[in-house]
């Protein structure tokens, strides 16, 4: 099946086909020819450098959980090898967890046996503390700037502002015509939490803001969410009005924008430290 991604109207891609025919083939009572469709598509869902819409993702699960579910009922047996140790472990629920803490390990490998009647399905969690955004600046498909302006346009340093200081954050998006119509990108904000959101549409003042119109937008309490289409050679800018409310130091993370159904198209802008600095009277 030749691979394919749409961005629009059926939002399909070739690993969703193969989740509906691997569907099919259960109706069939083809399992055997499934299974060869199920290994491909468990290590999509496994492949963590690997993209899939919504829409794949969800068609994979269900076609997945309908092959588990014809499985033969019975005792979960299997064992592991974690960190140079054997675990033996068994069960008659449908599922078992086991937590490995990885901190110490010597080796963070698995490798697992499976001593049941049937299939066995595993699944690696990975939980921690995530580090500070250290991305550069990248653009894939896409152009993206990102300036701060006081309020009558004039550029300023984001890094060291004095308190009750408003001022807008602005971003202009483009697309270069490598690919053709953009459709659904979705540009993400999120600000840091000295700085306030000013939520225009609470004071009736929207077009004091020199915004392209998008297709829908999200104000949250610290993020904005922009979604829009863009055009071929188009650009769109989106501003947002913020306020610097508490003093401190803070971390600005990254802007990125993204074809949400096309994962070769997006661009991302690094954070940076900010500070919010005492408004000193004399």
């Given at each position: 099946m030749k691979p394919y991604q749409e961005m629009s109207y059926s939002y399909g891609s070739d690993l969703r086909d193969k989740a509906i025919i691997l569907e099919t083939l259960l109706l069939l009572g083809e399992k055997t020819k499934g299974f060869d469709l199920l290994k491909e598509i468990s290590a999509a869902l496994s492949n963590q450098n690997m993209w899939m819409s919504t829409q794949t993702t969800a068609w994979c699960l269900k076609a997945a959980s309908a092959f588990a579910g014809s499985e033969k009922r019975g005792e979960l047996s299997y064992s592991f090898q974690f960190d140079g140790k054997e675990i033996n472990a068994k069960t008659g629920?449908?599922?078992?967890?086991?937590?490995?803490?990885?901190?110490?390990?010597?080796?963070?490998?698995?490798?697992?046996?499976?001593?049941?009647?049937?299939?066995?399905?595993?699944?690696?969690?990975?939980?921690?503390?995530?580090?500070?955004?250290?991305?550069?600046?990248?653009?894939?498909?896409?152009?993206?700037?990102?300036?701060?302006?006081?309020?009558?346009?004039?550029?300023?340093?984001?890094?060291?502002?004095?308190?009750?200081?408003?001022?807008?954050?602005?971003?202009?998006?483009?697309?270069?015509g490598l690919k053709g119509h953009y459709k659904n990108v979705a540009l993400t904000q999120i600000f840091p939490s000295g700085w306030e959101i000013n939520n225009l549409r609470l004071d009736?003042?929207?077009?004091?803001?020199?915004?392209?119109?998008?297709?829908?937008?999200?104000?949250?309490?610290?993020?904005?969410?922009?979604?829009?289409?863009?055009?071929?050679?188009?650009?769109?800018?989106?501003?947002?009005?913020?306020?610097?409310?508490?003093?401190?130091?803070?971390?600005?993370?990254?802007v990125s924008c993204e074809a949400m159904y096309d994962q070769t198209v997006f661009a991302r802008k690094k954070g940076m430290e900010v500070n919010v600095m005492r408004d000193e009277i004399e």
């Open positions: 629920l449908s599922f078992a967890q086991s937590n490995l803490p990885v901190e110490g390990a010597k080796s963070t490998g698995l490798n697992f046996t499976n001593r049941s009647n049937g299939s066995l399905f595993v699944r690696v969690i990975s939980e921690g503390t995530p580090a500070r955004d250290t991305e550069g600046d990248v653009e894939n498909g896409l152009k993206l700037s990102v300036s701060y302006l006081d309020l009558s346009g004039n550029p300023i340093d984001p890094s060291m502002i004095t308190q009750t200081t408003s001022f807008k954050a602005r971003v202009v998006v483009g697309n270069p009736d003042v929207e077009p004091m803001i020199s915004s392209s119109i998008p297709i829908y937008q999200d104000i949250r309490d610290d993020r904005v969410l922009t979604y829009f289409d863009l055009n071929v050679n188009q650009n769109k800018t989106f501003e947002v009005t913020l306020t610097a409310s508490y003093v401190g130091t803070y971390f600005l993370p990254s």
